[in-house]
């Protein structure tokens, strides 16, 4: 594991902390290491951590100074041999669900090989161990789960929270991602069914309530005081543990969330520092509460609101370039209006305040919002939510999205409701009766709830629209044409973000600093992706576009004075390059 060169103090400590065991975390590329600091009597126990095991590929010197001699078939196998055999593996597979099996086994027998199949073969694999096949996983968790990759804390550990934190065995945490399990993708409420740190305050799936295999509390969901007590217990509880001196960074987290993380953040260096949290799946009645009571006093990031809202954003930053015009040029009508929806809307408006210097309320009224009852409009306004009123703007009542479209005529349509086939063929004619080139975005993970498909939005739009989707979505010909749908995925954003905060050693999360990795994001794509009608850069270049989002977040911590990692390095994108963890086995000698 790389370090981060003068953002690492190895001597600093924490409570509850312990050295680095192995070396690695202060380890560059090219230093061998040793992973044992005790002598042992076999290297049994090293073939069988997932973090240290090469499987055949211990050299023979290894085998000979590790007691490795006779654990293992006399053959020795490259990196690149084991890859190339694991991928025939998992390639065998027809069923998605085995697949993601398969890789996760991997993770839990050999990570490094693991990570190196997923940086090597994005494209492939995260669709596996991401949207869609983890939204199957995430249903049947119960059922397919074999190891622990995670903490789970519960309203059994009420009271003991510190305790459970130090149960975990690394101590140098940078980054922790936690959920409550009850708004999963599309799902709703899975309860304890996804790990990083998983909340578990019940679940009210009486599906799950009666499974068997469920693995998490038997009980309904508990809200209010008792679910308050709780999250503040454990929000200061990590504090205490993990310090506050410096920004803190490990992923405990689930594989599937775990994996495109790691492709920029995972070990970025051995530093002890502030916990930046991010709260994943969370209810929008949680979540939008719990972001506004812990940003003041905590490092906190919503990958739902703030995640999201910057990818999109990058998508319609990057789309102007086939609409024309500015932001502020365009009207926008999203089908969703929860904690994404409204987070995507708060961007946009806020980027356009940025570029036309008025009002963020005058730039919202382009942007307008429909829920399950709705046009968001002002006779509605005393019994929306109140993430929702800023929305509600001068109209006659609205039902029925067709009839929103209708009326309002936007040119950019964004689909964030969570129920698929919303966008039907007369919803995109009618899009693309009044727009030249459509700009549709059908948000929804998994692809069953996708609002429409590709071909569908390509085909009813007669090859007009731009496409982008919350799940990936294969290639279309129409007439002769082939165009390549963009994928809105947060995995563009958040690697990157995280690892910017980090370097910085960012005291706190900043919208200005969102709207620097959304226009990083977006200056990316290329006249060659336009062609095909892309909006956002292939996946297979994510490093590349990681280590220039975290250079702009991390400049933009340091121009907000919210930096405390000093000086600044000259050149933050070859200091994000040297954080990045590499897969490539070590040398144990």
Same mark, same amino acid.
């Given at each position: 594991?790389?370090?981060?060169?003068?953002?690492?103090? #190895?001597?600093?400590?924490?409570?509850?902390?312990?050295?680095?065991?192995?070396?690695? *975390?202060?380890?560059?590329?090219?230093?061998?290491?040793?992973?044992?600091?005790?002598?042992?009597?076999?290297?049994?126990?090293?073939?069988? *951590?997932?973090?240290?095991?090469?499987?055949?590929?211990?050299?023979?010197?290894?085998?000979?100074?590790?007691?490795?001699?006779?654990?293992?078939?006399?053959?020795?196998?490259?990196?690149?041999?084991?890859?190339?055999?694991?991928? #025939?593996?998992?390639?065998?597979?027809?069923?998605?669900?085995?697949?993601?099996?398969?890789?996760?086994?991997?993770?839990?027998?050999?990570?490094?090989?693991?990570?190196?199949?997923?940086?090597?073969?994005?494209?492939?694999?995260?669709?596996?161990?991401?949207?869609? !096949?983890?939204?199957?996983?995430?249903?049947?968790?119960?059922?397919?789960? %074999?190891?622990?990759?995670?903490?789970?804390?519960?309203?059994?550990?009420?009271? @003991?929270?510190?305790?459970?934190?130090?149960?975990?065995?690394? %101590? !140098?945490?940078?980054?922790?991602?936690? !959920?409550?399990?009850?708004?999963?993708?599309?799902?709703?409420?899975?309860?304890?069914?996804?790990?990083?740190?998983?909340?578990?305050?019940?679940?009210?799936?009486? @599906?799950?309530?009666? *499974?068997? +295999?469920?693995?998490?509390?038997?009980?309904?969901?508990?809200?209010?005081?008792?679910?308050?007590?709780?999250?503040?217990? +454990?929000?200061? $509880?990590?504090?205490?543990?993990?310090?506050?001196?410096?920004?803190?960074?490990?992923?405990?987290?689930?594989?599937?969330?775990?994996?495109?993380?790691?492709?920029?953040?995972?070990?970025?260096?051995?530093?002890?520092?502030?916990?930046?949290?991010?709260?994943?799946?969370?209810?929008?009645?949680?979540?939008?509460?719990?972001?506004? %009571?812990?940003?003041?006093? &905590?490092?906190? +990031?919503?990958?739902?609101?703030?995640?999201?809202?910057?990818?999109?954003?990058?998508?319609?930053?990057?789309?102007?370039?086939?609409?024309?015009?500015?932001?502020?040029?365009?009207?926008?009508?999203?089908? =969703?209006?929860?904690?994404?929806?409204?987070? /995507?809307?708060?961007?946009?408006?806020?980027?356009?305040?940025?570029? #036309?210097?008025?009002?963020?309320?005058? #730039?919202?009224?382009?942007?307008?919002?429909?829920?399950? @009852?709705?046009?968001?409009?002002?006779?509605?306004?005393?019994?929306?939510?109140? +993430?929702?009123?800023?929305?509600?703007?001068?109209?006659?009542?609205?039902?029925?999205? /067709?009839?929103?479209? @209708?009326?309002?005529?936007?040119?950019?349509?964004?689909?964030?409701?969570?129920?698929?086939?919303?966008?039907?063929?007369?919803?995109?004619?009618?899009?693309?009766?009044?727009?030249?080139?459509?700009? /549709?975005?059908?948000?929804?993970?998994?692809?069953?709830?996708?609002?429409?498909?590709?071909?569908?939005?390509?085909?009813?739009?007669? =090859? %007009?629209?731009?496409?982008?989707?919350?799940?990936?979505?294969?290639?279309?010909?129409?007439?002769?044409?082939?165009?390549?749908?963009?994928?809105?995925?947060?995995?563009?954003?958040?690697?990157?973000?995280?690892?910017?905060?980090?370097?910085? =050693?960012?005291?706190?999360? &900043?919208?200005?600093?969102?709207?620097?990795?959304?226009? $990083?994001?977006?200056?990316?794509?290329?006249?060659?992706?336009?062609?095909?009608?892309?909006?956002?850069?292939?996946?297979?270049?994510?490093?590349? /576009?990681?280590?220039?989002?975290? $250079?702009?977040?991390?400049?933009?911590?340091?121009?907000?004075?919210? $930096?405390?990692?000093?000086?600044?390095?000259? *050149?933050?994108?070859?200091?994000?390059?040297?954080?990045?963890?590499?897969?490539?086995?070590?040398?144990?000698?």
């Amino acid at each position: 594991m790389k370090n981060c060169g003068d953002l690492v103090d #190895n001597k600093s400590a924490i409570v509850g902390g312990v050295g680095d065991m192995y070396s690695e *975390d202060s380890a560059t590329l090219d230093q061998p290491i040793t992973p044992w600091t005790i002598s042992v009597a076999s290297g049994y126990s090293l073939m069988r *951590d997932p973090r240290y095991n090469k499987g055949l590929a211990f050299t023979e010197k290894e085998r000979d100074a590790h007691y490795l001699r006779g654990l293992l078939p006399p053959i020795v196998l490259s990196q690149e041999l084991q890859e190339k055999k694991m991928m #025939n593996l998992i390639r065998q597979y027809e069923v998605p669900l085995h697949r993601y099996m398969a890789m996760i086994g991997l993770q839990e027998t050999n990570e490094r090989l693991f990570y190196k199949l997923l940086i090597d073969n994005v494209e492939e694999l995260l669709p596996v161990v991401y949207t869609p !096949t983890v939204g199957e996983a995430c249903q049947k968790y119960g059922s397919i789960f %074999r190891h622990s990759q995670g903490l789970y804390i519960s309203l059994k550990e009420k009271g @003991k929270i510190l305790e459970t934190l130090k149960n975990w065995p690394e %101590r !140098t945490v940078q980054v922790i991602v936690v !959920t409550d399990g009850e708004r999963i993708l599309g799902l709703g409420d899975l309860g304890c069914q996804c790990l990083p740190i998983t909340i578990d305050v019940g679940t009210n799936n009486e @599906k799950l309530l009666n *499974d068997e +295999f469920y693995i998490g509390l038997r009980q309904k969901r508990a809200t209010g005081e008792e679910y308050d007590e709780l999250l503040q217990e +454990f929000m200061y $509880a990590v504090k205490q543990n993990y310090g506050e001196k410096v920004l803190i960074q490990v992923i405990i987290s689930s594989s599937s969330f775990y994996a495109f993380a790691v492709l920029s953040l995972h070990a970025a260096s051995s530093e002890q520092a502030k916990p930046d949290f991010q709260f994943e799946d969370f209810a929008n009645h949680n979540a939008f509460e719990l972001l506004a %009571r812990y940003s003041s006093s &905590h490092l906190v +990031f919503n990958d739902d609101i703030q995640g999201t809202a910057a990818v999109v954003l990058a998508g319609l930053l990057s789309a102007l370039r086939l609409l024309g015009g500015t932001l502020a040029d365009h009207k926008f009508l999203f089908l =969703g209006a929860g904690e994404a929806g409204t987070g /995507i809307a708060d961007l946009i408006a806020l980027e356009i305040s940025e570029q #036309n210097g008025k009002p963020i309320e005058e #730039n919202r009224k382009n942007i307008w919002l429909v829920d399950s @009852k709705g046009l968001i409009v002002s006779s509605r306004k005393e019994s929306l939510q109140d +993430f929702k009123k800023p929305w509600a703007h001068e109209h006659e009542p609205i039902t029925g999205l /067709i009839n929103a479209v @209708k009326a309002i005529k936007p040119t950019i349509l964004i689909g964030t409701s969570g129920v698929g086939k919303q966008f039907t063929k007369e919803v995109v004619e009618d899009m693309a009766s009044f727009n030249k080139t459509p700009l /549709i975005m059908a948000l929804s993970n998994p692809t069953s709830q996708a609002e429409c498909t590709a071909e569908e939005a390509y085909t009813w739009s007669e =090859g %007009r629209a731009i496409f982008a989707s919350g799940s990936p979505f294969d290639p279309f010909e129409y007439e002769g044409k082939t165009f390549v749908p963009g994928q809105a995925n947060n995995a563009y954003i958040f690697p990157g973000f995280g690892l910017g905060v980090i370097m910085a =050693g960012s005291i706190r999360v &900043h919208n200005g600093m969102l709207l620097a990795a959304s226009k $990083a994001l977006a200056s990316q794509v290329t006249e060659e992706h336009y062609e095909k009608g892309m909006i956002y850069p292939p996946l297979t270049n994510i490093r590349k /576009i990681s280590a220039n989002i975290a $250079a702009k977040v991390a400049a933009k911590a340091y121009e907000l004075g919210l $930096a405390s990692h000093l000086p600044q390095p000259e *050149d933050l994108v070859e200091s994000a390059e040297k954080c990045m963890y590499s897969p490539v086995y070590r040398s144990y000698l």
